[in-house]
């Protein structure tokens, strides 16, 4: 059983940056791929970037060139760092893993979520 817990979410201005962090109670070497999601107000859950255990990673277009995913395995934490903040990026980010990557589905269907944390950016 493998726990998340999300920091670094709080209020920023447009144009700033935050610093995410999933901590996890094991090791994440254990796991296919982590990444983070997040649901914006009346909108659904997007896969916002992900990272394997090889290190390859991936980013939803609107975040491309603004964030970076990276995972540190020796602390057990995956990090997302967000740029270039604007209010559309305002939304409760998840912190997701998966064990094992069904049908090539990377994080379609995560085995493992933290609670959330609250990102909004001002105008």
């Known amino acids: 059983q493998v726990q998340l817990v999300e920091s670094g979410g709080g209020l920023v201005q447009a144009g700033g940056s935050l610093r995410l962090s999933c901590a996890a109670s094991?090791?994440?070497?254990?796991?296919?791929?982590m990444g983070w999601h997040r649901q914006a107000l009346g909108a659904q859950r997007e896969l916002v970037a992900s990272i394997t255990t090889g290190g390859s990673t991936d980013y939803a277009d609107p975040v491309k060139g603004r964030f970076t995913i990276s995972r540190d395995n020796a602390k057990n934490t995956v990090y997302l760092e967000m740029n270039s903040l604007s209010p559309e990026d305002t939304a409760v980010y998840y912190c997701?893993?998966?064990?094992?990557?069904?049908?090539?589905?990377?994080?379609?269907?995560?085995?493992?979520w933290g609670q959330g944390t609250q990102v909004t950016v001002s105008s």
């Open positions: 094991g090791s994440i070497s254990s796991l296919d791929v």
């Open positions: 997701a893993a998966e064990r094992t990557v069904v049908a090539g589905l990377v994080l379609a269907y995560p085995e493992y």
